[in-house]
């Protein structure tokens, strides 16, 4: 079992920048591949970006060259820097952690962006 704590969250404004951050639990945390998802209201849950155990990435397009992902093994944590927000990145931002068949979700964190 693995337990992930999003943080990070919060307002910000149009253009600005955030750093979510997510705790995992347990000792196998470099065998994951971890991602971010996000999901808006009224729309389904989406990939936003991922990273493997061996530390390559993989962005949605919508975010490419804005975000990027990243992971400390040594502290169970994986990272998404978020630049040049915009009203389309406001979602509930979720931490996963997949290994062969195991999913896991954390609670998720909310991200708005606003004037």
């Known amino acids: 079992q693995v337990q992930l704590v999003e943080s990070g969250g919060g307002l910000v404004q149009p253009g600005g920048s955030l750093r979510l951050s997510c705790a995992a639990s347990?000792?196998?945390?470099?065998?994951?591949?971890m991602g971010w998802y996000r999901q808006a209201p009224g729309k389904q849950r989406e990939l936003v970006a991922s990273?493997?155990?061996?530390?390559?990435?993989n962005y949605a397009d919508s975010v490419k060259g804005r975000f990027t992902i990243s992971r400390d093994n040594a502290k169970n944590t994986v990272y998404l820097q978020m630049n040049s927000l915009n009203a389309e990145d406001t979602a509930v931002y979720y931490c996963?952690?997949?290994?062969?068949?195991?999913?896991?979700w954390g609670q998720g964190t909310q991200v708005t962006v606003s004037s």
């Open positions: 347990g000792s196998i945390f470099s065998m994951y591949v």
């Open positions: 990273i493997s155990s061996g530390g390559s990435t």
């Open positions: 996963n952690a997949r290994i062969v068949t195991y999913n896991y």
